[in-house]
C-alpha cells in the first residue's frame, strides 16, 4: 500500500498514552452484583435477627392484601401475563432473602444522643452484627451510616466508626465481607479527602489491609451537584476518595429541601431530582461506581388495606420511576416497601424478557456468521447486563440466558 506520511509512529505512541491515561480514569462499569435496594434501620433498632423480620413482616403483608395473582397484579399495576409468576417470585424472595444490602444508621434515622448512650449502641450493634454472621443471617451486603462531616457531628462520627470497627475486630477477629461504610451530606471534596485520610489512619491502627475500607458517598447537597466555583462538583469528590468510592447515593429529602421545595413537592419524582440524577450519571458514568436513587417516605400508618395498597402504590412507581431513570438500586425504610420493591423490579425485568433474549442471542449467531440483526455491541451489552440483573436478584433463573 502506497501512504503518503512515512511515519506516524509518533502520533500512535501518543494516541496510546491518551487512551491509557482514559482507561485509569475511566475503567468501565462496577463489577459483580449491583443489591436492588438499601434497607436503612436505625441503629438502636437493629438486632440479629433484624433482615428475618423484615421479610417475614414483608410476606405477612403480601398473603394478607394480595394472597393471589388478581390481587396482586391490581395491587401493582401489573400486566395479567406476568402478575402470577411475578408474585411467586416475590414471594420466594421474601422467604430466602427479603434484603440483599442493609445500612445500620447512626445518622438521619437514628438521631443526636449522648456520647454515652451512642458508645452503648455500638456495642450492641457489634454484638447483633456477630451474631448474625455467625449463623449466616447478614445480608449480602451490610455496612453503617456514620454521621456527616458537614454539619458539626464529625468527632461523633469519628468515635463511632472507630468503636465499632475495633470491637467488631475483637469479636470475630475479622471484617466480614460485603461490609461498606455511608458518609452523607457530602458538601465539598475536601470533607471527602479528609474522611479518607481517617480511613488510612484506622486501617494501620487496626490491623488491616490498606484500602479494605471503602465506602459510598451521599449526594443530598447542592454543593455536592455544584461547587463553590459553578463546577459539576461530583468529580473532585470522587477523585478525593483514592479509589475508595464504591457508590453514589441520592438524597431525596435533603436535596429538596436545600432547593427550598415546599413540603409537599419533596418527593422522589419531582424533576429537580431528575437533573440531579442526570449528573450524577453524567459524572459517574465508565468510573466503576454505581449509582442509587433515595427513598419514599411514605409508609402504612395502620395495617389496613386502604393504607397498605395507598403505600405500595407510591412506592412502587417511585421504584419505576427510578428504573426509568436508569437508577437500579433504591433505599428502603419499612417492610411494607419490600413487597412493592420486589414487584416493580422483577416486573421491570420480566417485561419483555423473551424479545431481550432473542435479541442477545440472535447478535451472538451473527457474529458466529449464523443470523444477521442489527443491534449495536453497545446495545447487547446493556441487554445482557439487564439480564443479569434479573438473575441477580432473583426476577429470573440463570439457566435461560442465551450463552454464546
Excluded at 414471594?91 to 451512642?118: M, Q
Aim: with cysteine.
Amino acid at each position: 500500500m502506497n501512504l503518503s506520511v512515512s511515519s506516524f509512529d509518533d502520533l500512535s505512541a501518543r494516541i496510546a498514552a491518551v487512551r491509557d491515561e482514559h482507561g485509569e480514569r475511566f475503567p468501565g462499569g462496577a463489577d459483580g452484583r449491583q443489591p436492588v435496594h438499601t434497607v436503612y434501620v436505625p441503629a438502636d433498632r437493629f438486632s440479629r435477627s433484624t433482615p428475618a423480620d423484615f421479610g417475614a413482616e414483608a410476606l405477612r403483608l403480601l398473603n394478607t392484601h394480595t394472597p393471589g395473582a388478581g390481587s396482586f397484579g391490581a395491587a401493582f399495576g401489573l400486566d395479567p401475563e406476568i402478575a402470577g409468576v411475578v408474585r411467586e417470585r416475590v414471594a420466594a424472595k421474601l422467604g430466602t432473602e427479603p434484603v440483599e444490602d442493609v445500612r445500620i444508621d447512626f445518622e438521619d434515622g437514628y438521631g443526636v444522643r449522648s456520647d454515652a448512650e451512642e458508645d452503648a449502641h455500638v456495642e450492641q450493634v457489634v454484638e447483633a452484627v456477630a451474631a448474625a454472621y455467625q449463623v449466616k443471617g447478614l445480608p449480602h451486603y451490610w455496612g453503617v451510616r456514620v454521621k456527616s462531616f458537614a454539619d458539626g457531628g464529625h468527632d461523633r462520627s469519628m468515635r463511632t466508626l472507630d468503636g465499632f470497627l475495633t470491637a467488631l475486630r475483637d469479636r470475630l477477629g475479622r471484617l466480614p465481607g460485603g461490609f461498606t461504610i455511608t458518609f452523607p451530606k457530602v458538601v465539598t471534596a475536601e470533607h471527602v479527602t479528609l474522611f479518607v485520610e481517617y480511613l488510612d489512619r484506622l486501617e494501620t491502627a487496626l490491623g488491616l489491609p490498606s484500602g479494605i475500607l471503602r465506602f459510598e458517598v451521599q449526594v443530598e447537597t447542592a454543593g455536592s451537584i455544584l461547587d463553590g466555583e459553578g463546577r459539576t462538583g461530583l468529580r473532585a469528590v470522587a477523585g478525593a476518595a483514592g479509589g475508595r468510592l464504591t457508590a453514589a447515593h441520592f438524597g431525596v429529602f435533603d436535596y429538596t429541601a436545600a432547593l427550598g421545595l415546599p413540603p409537599h413537592e419533596q418527593r422522589l419524582d419531582h424533576p429537580a431530582c431528575d437533573f440531579a440524577r442526570h449528573v450524577m450519571q453524567v459524572s459517574f458514568a465508565g468510573t466503576g461506581v454505581r449509582l442509587s436513587d433515595g427513598s419514599t417516605n411514605v409508609i402504612p400508618r395502620n395495617d389496613g388495606p386502604d393504607e397498605v395498597n395507598a403505600a405500595w402504590a407510591t412506592h412502587a412507581a417511585h421504584v419505576r420511576h427510578s428504573l426509568r431513570h436508569g437508577f437500579y438500586q433504591g433505599w428502603d425504610l419499612h417492610p411494607a416497601h419490600l413487597p412493592s420493591r420486589y414487584a416493580a423490579v422483577y416486573a421491570f425485568h420480566l417485561e419483555g424478557v423473551d424479545d431481550v433474549i432473542g435479541r442477545v442471542r440472535a447478535w451472538h449467531e451473527q457474529a458466529a456468521g449464523n443470523a444477521g440483526v442489527l443491534d449495536e455491541p453497545a446495545t447487547i451489552k446493556a441487554l445482557t447486563s439487564r439480564l443479569r440483573r434479573a438473575v441477580d436478584c432473583g426476577a429470573l433463573d440463570e439457566s435461560v440466558l442465551p450463552v454464546p
